[in-house]
Each structure stands twice: as C-alpha cells, then as structure tokens.
C-alpha cells in the first residue's frame, strides 16, 4: 500500500502536536511557577490556560515577557469549571492582588474567559 505524501505529512503533523501537548502537560506536573515571574517593573500580565491547559503551555510566552520586564500572573481555577465561575474566580484574583493596566494573554476556553 503506498500513502499519498500529503497524507502522510498530516500524520507527522498530529503526532508532533501531540508530543508538545503532551511535553506541556508532564513539564507542568514535575515543575511549578517560577519565582522570578512575581519580579518586573514594565507591568502585569494575566495568563488564562484553555481547557485542560496546564500553566506550561503558556510558559514560553510567559518567559519571553518576564526578561521583558512584566510579572506574570496565573490565576488557579479549575479549567473544566463553567466560563462564568472561571470569570468571577479571575475577578476576585484581580481585585485581591490589586492588578491594574493589564495585559492578557489567553488560550482557547482561557479566551472566551477573558472577553467575558
């Protein structure tokens, strides 16, 4: 049996989005929130996991803004919760650490969170 390229290149395509989905998920069980993350002067930013998205998925995005300058926020809900119970969850998370001026950055589900 021969397999068109294209399909083949599909195949490939999944199976490497499901290695790095798979890398974000185990990274995130083994490693916590870096410290230096609560560190920057240039500003807050949020960052709001998708549906099942653990904190490592956003970790090169995040990484990228602390060597900005920003500290980096991630609020814990639980991502299986209704949008409406992750949004009050992330309002009370804001009004306790007193943000202002943010920037977010969100994931899937975590996108439909922020615009509510």
């Not at 009004?95 to 975590?110: M, R, T």
């Amino acid at each position: 049996m021969i397999i068109d390229q294209s399909l083949l290149m599909l195949i490939i395509n999944i199976i490497q989005e499901y290695i790095l989905i798979l890398r974000h998920k185990v990274f995130s069980l083994f490693s916590t929130i870096p410290e230096n993350y609560n560190k920057g002067d240039a500003g807050n930013v949020l960052m709001i996991v998708g549906f099942n998205g653990p904190w490592g998925s956003l970790k090169t995005i995040s990484d990228r803004l602390n060597k900005q300058g920003y500290k980096i926020h991630f609020p814990k809900f639980k991502t299986r919760d209704p949008i409406l119970k992750i949004v009050d969850e992330i309002s009370q998370f804001i009004n306790d650490y007193q943000l202002e001026n943010i920037i977010i950055v969100a994931h899937s589900k975590g996108g439909i969170v922020a615009r509510n």
